[in-house]
């Protein structure tokens, strides 16, 4: 299947600062990704889906400016924490959408997930 | 608001026995399922998907039921493998106009265990 590539598996940074989390399509073309965030022993609660080269769409109650997300490529999505809190340390992951050349079905790949630890 | 649960926060089934995940959700605009296992500190692995004009999909041990009057979706893993446990996690979602799987809102996930 497809491969979805988050970087880095895990972070530790301390408060205040601002980390930054990659997640790209090794072998395709994403032209929608989302962004994920998930709690200990929780669901994951979708955060923003981002499209290329357009604004991220955001959920209620998510910070934009606090979770900045750029699609500047169609095989790349950023998400950055910006000043981090002890609070933003969760599992956070992200997937993109896979459509065959000549399918009309889709499927969500997602990527293997980036621990944030804020201390 | 949870708009798709998972009631069962876990489950226990024999190995070569059925295992049976369920999922209720509450809007019926959602028209898109899919199934997902998880491993601790991982990212989801996709299993298997309906569309909700269909009732069943089958792949190889995994079988997807979907009850739309019941707004209600379980899945089936015949026969149980000790290498299925992980959380489980099923998703609903709105195909737009162009078919496209737009995003997924998850329940809170089954912890499976198979005993050898």
């Known amino acids: 299947g497809a491969v979805v590539s988050q970087h880095p598996s895990w972070v530790i940074c301390k408060s205040g600062t601002s980390v930054k989390i990659e997640c790209r399509s090794l072998d395709f073309q994403a032209t929608t990704m989302f962004w994920y965030r998930q709690f200990p022993k929780q669901s994951l609660m979708l955060m923003a889906t981002s499209n290329e080269g357009s604004k991220a769409t955001y959920e209620q109650g998510v910070e934009k400016d606090k979770f900045l997300i750029n699609h500047a490529s169609l095989t790349l999505s950023t998400l950055t924490v910006t000043s981090a809190h002890p609070e933003d340390s969760s599992f956070y992951i992200c997937?993109?959408?896979?459509?065959?050349?000549?399918?009309?079905?889709?499927?969500?790949?997602f990527g293997e997930g980036s621990w944030l630890t804020v201390v | 608001d949870q708009q798709v649960k998972q009631n069962s926060p876990s489950l226990s089934v024999q190995e070569g026995r059925i295992s049976i995940l369920n999922c209720d959700y509450t809007?019926?605009?959602?028209?898109?399922f899919l199934w997902y296992k998880k491993y601790p500190a991982e990212g989801p692995t996709f299993l298997i998907s309906i569309s909700s004009i269909k009732d069943k999909n089958e792949d190889g041990r995994f079988t997807v039921f979907l009850n739309k009057s019941a707004k209600h979706l379980s899945l089936h893993i015949v026969p149980s493998q000790p290498g299925d446990s992980a959380v489980y996690f099923c998703?609903?979602?709105?195909?737009?106009?162009?078919?496209?799987?737009?995003?997924?809102?998850f329940g809170t996930g089954t912890l499976l265990a198979v005993q050898p």
């Open positions: 809007n019926s605009m959602f028209d898109y």
């Open positions: 997937s993109a959408r896979y459509l065959p050349t000549g399918s009309s079905a889709d499927t969500i790949y």
């Open positions: 998703a609903a979602s709105f195909m737009n106009y162009g078919g496209a799987t737009n995003k997924l809102i």
